[in-house]
Every structure is written in structure tokens, then in C-alpha cells.
T-cell receptor
């Protein structure tokens, strides 16, 4: 089946630890995105990538990093610099920029 | 920051009733999208709107792109229990050449039998 796969579903982070969230898509989409969702708020954009080896900061990029070495993969690293990392993280992709985005099922990150 | 105002924040309705929610902004949008999110899952695209005045249906769902390009609404007719969830509007600003999405804060819909 085609789609966007995020893993793991749940992730726990210790203080001072970096963690990486996986996002893989087999839709042959060029553009990929990472969002953060907090209760009662809309989605906020962390990073986005239009093509391989290119990515741009979104509205809340501080404390996060990404890479886009392959078209189908866009992993997000939550670094120790992100002081409030507890949230639901959503990955999305679109066939191109300006096209509707489709989402994965998310990763819930919590602090131990 | 967030530029979309979505209302109502939540709705409690009886099965069979119609539901209406809307998003407004002071900015002009090129595209409006409506998503539904179930607990613990990612948002699913319901309807995409691309032209001012456009009215589009998807089963019991109907959405419109406002004439001023600053608002959109979503209607759900004859609600059923599986309509429960959070509905989000999202738009692409006309001033954003890359087409990043702005999201509303969501409307929580609860359907009672």
C-alpha cells in the first residue's frame, strides 16, 4: 500500500538526549514536511523539504534538525536544545509544493 | 504565527443533525483545505478548494472557498457517530510563493446517539 509511515508510534526521551523520528513515504512525492501538534493548537511547521538534499526551516525550527538524503525519507532529530519536546509529531508529503499535503499517523514524544 | 481563526472550538450534536464550522483570516489565501483527525492518528484530507466561490462536496461533506478568499466553511449533513473527531482548516497564503500551510486550531466534533 502507498502511504507515509512514521516510526516509532511512541518515543520517550531522557534529559540531554537526542532522539530521531523516522518518516518514510512510497508515494514518490517530492515535498516533505514535519509538524508539531500541541493540545488545542493547530499544526506548526518545523522543517520542510522540496527536493533531495534541500530543506528549509519552518516556524519553530529551533532545537530540531533534519536531513533529506533520499527522496522517500525525511528523518527529524529532536535535540537536547529543544527544552519542551513533549508533543505529537506529524510528517507529511505532497507531490510538489503548493499541492495538498498527506499525513502519516504521527509519533508521540514524551520526556522521562 | 497562526493566522487562521477557526470556530467553533467544539460542538456537541445529536446523530442526524447538520454541522457547520468555518475559518476566517485577515489575509488572502490561494488554497483552502479541510482535514479530519481521529485520536492518535494523522489528519486525513477531506476536501481541497482552489478558486474563490468554489463549492465542493465529498459525500455528506460540503465546503466552500469564500468569495473574498479570506474564509472557508465546512458543512457535514446528517451526522453519524463516525463523524466524531477534530476538523482542521488549512490554507496557503497568496503571499507565500512556496505554499506553506497555515492551520486553524481545530473544531472538536462530538456526536451523541
Amino acid at each position: 500500500d502507498g502511504g507515509i509511515t512514521q516510526s516509532p508510534k511512541y518515543l520517550f526521551r531522557k534529559e540531554g538526549q537526542n532522539v530521531t523520528l523516522s518518516c518514510e513515504q512510497n508515494l514518490n512525492h517530492d515535498a516533505m514536511y514535519w509538524y508539531r501538534q500541541d493540545p488545542g493548537q493547530g499544526l506548526r511547521l518545523i522543517y520542510y523539504s522540496q527536493i533531495v538534499n534541500d530543506f528549509q526551516k519552518g516556524d519553530i525550527a529551533e532545537g530540531y534538525s533534519v536531513s533529506r538524503e533520499k527522496k522517500e525519507s525525511f528523518p527529524l532529530t529532536v535535540t537536547s536544545a529543544q527544552k519542551n519536546p513533549t508533543a505529537f509529531y506529524l510528517c507529511a508529503s505532497s507531490i510538489a509544493q503548493n499541492q495538498p499535503q498527506h499525513f502519516g499517523d504521527g509519533t508521540r514524544l514524551s520526556i522521562l | 504565527g497562526q493566522q487562521l481563526n477557526q470556530s467553533p472550538q467544539s460542538m456537541f450534536i445529536q446523530e442526524g443533525e447538520d454541522v457547520s464550522m468555518n475559518c476566517t483570516s485577515s489575509s488572502i489565501f490561494n488554497t483552502w483545505l479541510w482535514y479530519k483527525q481521529d485520536p492518535g492518528e494523522g489528519p486525513v484530507l477531506l476536501i481541497a478548494l482552489y478558486k474563490a466561490g468554489e463549492l465542493t462536496s465529498n459525500g455528506r461533506l460540503t465546503a466552500q472557498f469564500g468569495i473574498t478568499r479570506k474564509d472557508s466553511f465546512l458543512n457535514i449533513s446528517a451526522s453519524i457517530p463516525s463523524d466524531v473527531g477534530i476538523y482542521f482548516c488549512a490554507g496557503q497564503l497568496s503571499t507565500d510563493s512556496w505554499g506553506k500551510l497555515q492551520f486553524g486550531a481545530g473544531t472538536q466534533v462530538v456526536v451523541t446517539p
